[in-house]
């Protein structure tokens, strides 16, 4: 039996998403797009992420996957056994000891660090897709900075429902030059692609797309001036373990009570606070 | 170490430089021919295969050579290559020239650009203020280029997202890139 290669990808593979990576970087928001390898994976569950992953990836590295905010859910945990049984990483749950964070749908209550890479798994990178089938015509869109078409689907959502209905993967501008599809993490998670401290980096494996948010870069989520960009309000509700407000709350209804009750969404978050709050006892 | 993992460090290393501008970190050394520092030859190793193009400013054949059975990239005209190399001393003119004919991609796809590695000493008095994505309001760096060459990049990326990404080697092996995003200002001394 011939051994694996180191992160499971060979050189030539990492090369290309490396020289994919840079460019990304190099052009806030823009998708580049990349040649997207078979991996023991089908696509759309996470491959983008997990190649990007397996590109950068080195034996220093401490792996953190979630999934929904989850460290323990299917996705995550395939994906963090794959690059482990491949590479010898250490894994953790904890946000403050990853190097690399590999996220679906989520990212951390705890502040990124700039020595933290965030991965984004991303299933739509086109944010003007449901507005125009063709690639080729939407590719041609953001080389003219025409963006109507984002807005128009939002105004639209407005003129139904007199809000943005788009709860997950909404759309921001970044650099002030391209609108990009944040991946599904809530409006919530918005605000955090904003300035931050870690490198962003995005990778759709079945669109075969990367793309980036470079640390301390300008992003904002699309809005009117008589509209503005709201986050998800959780007002008068609390996370049912620890108490917590100022996170985000998934809401869930106890199957022998019929009780809805919330949690905090970001698993491991939830239990470090719960394991502060018995150190304190 | 093996090269798997040299060229995994390596390209960390220039993703921290790319992603975080101005910033100066320190590449390791594995091979080394005659022309260029040990710490580019590791940036060719880590960006170069058969798949890119790439140039040598100046009259280089032996370099091109090397490079080319090096890393397995082809070569091709300044004008139209991926990645180009510009070795210690070439002169000012030359860089400039280079700068001017390097692609710059289109607005369709401007990651048909290319990236131009660029080797400095690392001894100047020159300072450049830069301000873009990745820098959290301003940095002041000490880098070793005039300001023809700072301009003659300014003027290529003038309209992003056109426009070439820069990656600087000095003969210490520390390494600082300026993608096209960055704006570079001489500083009074």
Not at chain 2, 104 to 112: C, E, H, K, N, R
Not at chain 2, 164 to 171: A, G, K, L, W
Not at chain 2, 178 to 183: A, Q, Y
Request: some cysteine.
């Amino acid at each position: 039996m011939t051994t694996l290669p180191f992160a499971l990808l060979d050189e030539q593979s990492k090369r290309e998403i490396r020289r994919a990576i840079l460019k990304g970087i190099a052009i806030p928001g823009y998708q580049v797009p990349f040649a997207s390898r078979e991996l023991p994976i089908g696509r759309g569950w996470g491959t983008g992420g997990l190649q990007i992953t397996l590109g950068i990836i080195g034996k220093e590295d401490v792996l953190k996957v979630i999934d929904q905010g989850s460290d323990d859910s299917v996705n995550a945990v395939n994906i963090k056994k794959l690059v482990t049984k491949t590479t010898g990483v250490d894994t953790t749950i904890r946000t403050q000891d990853a190097t690399l964070i590999q996220s679906r749908h989520r990212i951390p209550e705890v502040p990124l660090r700039s020595d933290q890479v965030m991965i984004l798994q991303v299933p739509e990178p086109e944010p003007l897709r449901n507005i125009e089938r063709s690639e080729f015509k939407t590719k041609r869109l953001h080389a003219e900075k025409e963006y109507s078409g984002a807005y128009l689907t939002l105004f639209e959502q407005i003129m139904r429902y007199n809000q943005t209905s788009q709860g997950a993967d909404y759309p921001v501008m970044v650099n002030e030059r391209y609108v990009m599809n944040p991946s599904p993490i809530p409006r919530y998670d918005n605000p955090r692609l904003h300035n931050s401290d870690a490198l962003i980096l995005l990778g759709a494996g079945r669109e075969k797309k990367i793309y980036a948010v470079p640390p301390y870069t300008h992003v904002a989520s699309l809005a009117f001036e008589d509209y503005p960009f709201v986050v998800e309000k959780f007002e008068g509700k609390a996370c049912r373990e620890t108490g917590l407000t100022d996170v985000f709350l998934d809401e869930l209804v106890d199957e022998e009570t019929g009780e809805t009750y919330y949690m905090c969404n970001d698993t491991s978050y939830m239990y470090e606070k719960l394991q502060q709050k018995v150190a304190v006892k | 170490m093996e090269l798997t993992h040299f060229t995994q460090q390596t390209f960390r290393t220039l993703m921290t430089c790319m992603s975080r501008p101005g910033t100066k970190e320190a590449l390791q050394k594995d091979a080394m021919i005659d022309g260029i520092y040990a710490e580019t030859m590791s940036v060719l190793r880590t960006m170069l295969d058969g798949e890119v193009t790439f140039a040598v400013v100046g009259q280089a054949p032996r370099l091109q050579q090397e490079v080319m059975a090096w890393t397995g990239a082809n070569v091709s005209e300044v004008a139209d290559a991926d990645f180009i190399l510009v070795p210690q001393h070439t002169d000012e003119a030359q860089i400039v020239e280079a700068i001017q004919q390097a692609k710059i991609g289109d607005l369709v796809d401007p990651q048909y650009s290319a990236t131009l590695i660029v080797e400095v000493v690392a001894e100047t008095s020159q300072q450049w203020q830069l301000t873009g994505p990745g820098i959290q309001d301003n940095t002041i760096i000490p880098l070793a280029i005039t300001p023809n060459i700072v301009a003659a990049r300014a003027a290529r990326n003038k309209e992003f997202p056109l426009g070439v990404d820069m990656i600087f080697v000095n003969e210490h092996g520390e390494v600082v890139a300026l993608p096209r995003t960055t704006k570079a200002e001489g500083v009074e001394q």
